[in-house]
């Protein structure tokens, strides 16, 4: 198996479409794209995602999106797939977001450094043993000044594929997501929700220049851009309180 990636950066778009859409769309992106070789190399068509979203007890992160500010970021620990396949590591994540930028950082860890009561320790002796590394200062800053906790659990299906001739671009389509409110990664996961059964998440994914026939395809199937969060909408679905009905996927 490849080295996993610790760095991305890259813009991002995505698009929320019915199931049927997505269902069509698909073949007309294997003219030009390939398979993910994580789904080629599986008996499955699919990757399973999964997420535990930090946030401050105010949930300060949520209310910056919702505020729409432009720089903003998250922290998550993420896994693929089950906790019990050895070969998926768990990634604690810094998602920074300047606009249509995203950059991505994460550090691989163990699912017993990743528990509550030791995550904080296991931090400080990383950055004690690598004192040049800005990421973990900034990792272990971002966490203590926000009082960030483990608060909300996203999991969902990825379908994924890449370019024949960029092998950088990318497409997903992410469907089936369900949440639960959790506060750590060995919390029972006797209560997860639906968010958007009906629906697909499309995101797109590149480093330059947008392909002009992926250009063609936006126009032929009418695809509309949206700025969906996952974390946010899943809050909402298991945080009524917080939904101020003013938003809508269509």
Same mark, same amino acid.
């Given at each position: 198996?490849?080295?996993?990636?610790?760095?991305?950066?890259?813009?991002?778009?995505?698009?929320?479409?019915?199931?049927?859409?997505?269902?069509?769309?698909?073949?007309?992106?294997?003219?030009?794209?390939?398979?993910?070789?994580?789904?080629?190399?599986?008996?499955?068509?699919?990757?399973?995602?999964?997420s535990l979203y930090f946030d401050s007890p105010n949930y300060g992160c949520f209310w910056d999106k919702e505020s729409g500010l432009a720089d903003r970021k998250k922290l998550r620990l993420r896994?693929?797939?089950?906790?019990?396949?050895?070969?998926?590591?768990?990634?604690?994540?810094?998602?920074?977001?300047?606009?249509?930028?995203?950059?991505?950082?994460?550090?691989?860890?163990? *699912?017993?450094?990743?528990?509550?009561?030791?995550?904080?320790?296991? *931090?400080?002796?990383?950055?004690?043993?690598?004192?040049?590394?800005?990421?973990?200062?900034?990792?272990?800053?971002?966490?203590?000044?926000?009082?960030?906790?483990?608060?909300?659990?996203?999991?969902?299906?990825?379908?994924?594929?890449?370019?024949?001739?960029?092998?950088?671009?990318?497409?997903?389509?992410?469907?089936?997501?369900?949440?639960?409110?959790?506060?750590?990664?060995?919390?029972?996961?006797?209560?997860?929700?639906?968010?958007?059964?009906?629906?697909?998440?499309?995101?797109?994914?590149?480093?330059?220049?947008?392909?002009?026939?992926?250009?063609?395809?936006?126009?032929?199937?009418?695809?509309?851009?949206?700025?969906?969060?996952?974390?946010?909408?899943?809050?909402?679905?298991? *945080?009524?309180? *917080?939904?101020?009905?003013?938003?809508?996927?269509?």
């Amino acid at each position: 198996m490849a080295k996993p990636a610790l760095h991305f950066q890259r813009f991002e778009f995505k698009y929320y479409l019915p199931k049927n859409t997505a269902n069509k769309l698909i073949p007309a992106l294997l003219s030009h794209m390939s398979w993910d070789p994580y789904i080629k190399n599986s008996s499955y068509d699919f990757y399973q995602v999964n997420s535990l979203y930090f946030d401050s007890p105010n949930y300060g992160c949520f209310w910056d999106k919702e505020s729409g500010l432009a720089d903003r970021k998250k922290l998550r620990l993420r896994f693929y797939n089950q906790l019990s396949d050895s070969e998926s590591p768990i990634f604690l994540e810094v998602k920074r977001k300047k606009d249509a930028l995203v950059i991505k950082d994460r550090i691989p860890l163990e *699912l017993k450094d990743a528990a509550n009561g030791v995550l904080d320790s296991k *931090l400080s002796s990383l950055a004690k043993q690598n004192e040049s590394n800005d990421f973990l200062k900034e990792l272990i800053w971002f966490k203590k000044s926000n009082s960030l906790r483990p608060k909300l659990f996203v999991t969902y299906k990825r379908q994924a594929l890449i370019g024949k001739l960029d092998k950088k671009f990318r497409v997903t389509f992410d469907y089936d997501v369900k949440t639960q409110l959790i506060s750590s990664l060995v919390h029972p996961l006797n209560k997860l929700k639906e968010v958007y059964p009906e629906g697909v998440v499309l995101e797109l994914k590149y480093n330059n220049i947008l392909p002009f026939w992926f250009q063609e395809i936006i126009q032929k199937y009418q695809l509309q851009r949206l700025a969906y969060s996952k974390y946010c909408n899943s809050l909402r679905r298991v *945080l009524p309180q *917080l939904d101020d009905h003013n938003y809508s996927v269509i």
